[in-house]
Nanobody, 121 residues
Framework: QVQLVESGGGLVQAGGSLRLSCAAS????????MGWFRQAPGKEREFVGV????????VYADSVKVRFTISRDNYKKMVYLQMNSLKPEDTAVYYC??????????????WGQGTQVTVSS
């Protein structure tokens, strides 16, 4: 069983930055690829980005490419989402997810409870 807890959300002005964190409680963190998703009110949940087990491979949605960066610290069992140049359309609940694969996953096995990010114009 894997538990994921996100933190770091909040209210920020357009153009600002936030860093989200996701703490994983699992023995074998390096067996998991870690992804970030988001869901805005009235919209489907959408993929934001993913990082493989050792951090040498990442993929991002076109909407966040260049502005967002995913990283991980396997020793601390943490994954991060650095969000820069935030836009009002980035407002959403952001979720951390884990997939039991060392590659880049097609599906995810575990999800966190989400953290709210609100970007004001």
């Amino acid at each position: 069983q894997v538990q994921l807890v996100e933190s770091g959300g909040g209210l920020v002005q357009a153009g600002g930055s936030l860093r989200l964190s996701c703490a994983a409680s699992v023995r074998t963190f390096t067996m998991y690829a870690m992804g970030w998703f988001r869901q805005a009110p009235g919209k489907e949940r959408e993929f934001v980005g993913v990082i493989n087990w050792n951090g040498d491979s990442t993929v991002y949605a076109d909407s966040v490419k260049v502005r967002f960066t995913i990283s991980r610290d396997n020793y601390k069992k943490m994954v991060y989402l650095q969000m820069n140049s935030l836009k009002p359309e980035d407002t959403a609940v952001y979720y951390c997810a884990a997939a039991y694969t060392r590659g880049l996953p097609g599906k995810y096995d575990y999800w966190g409870q989400g953290t709210q990010v609100t970007v004001s114009s």
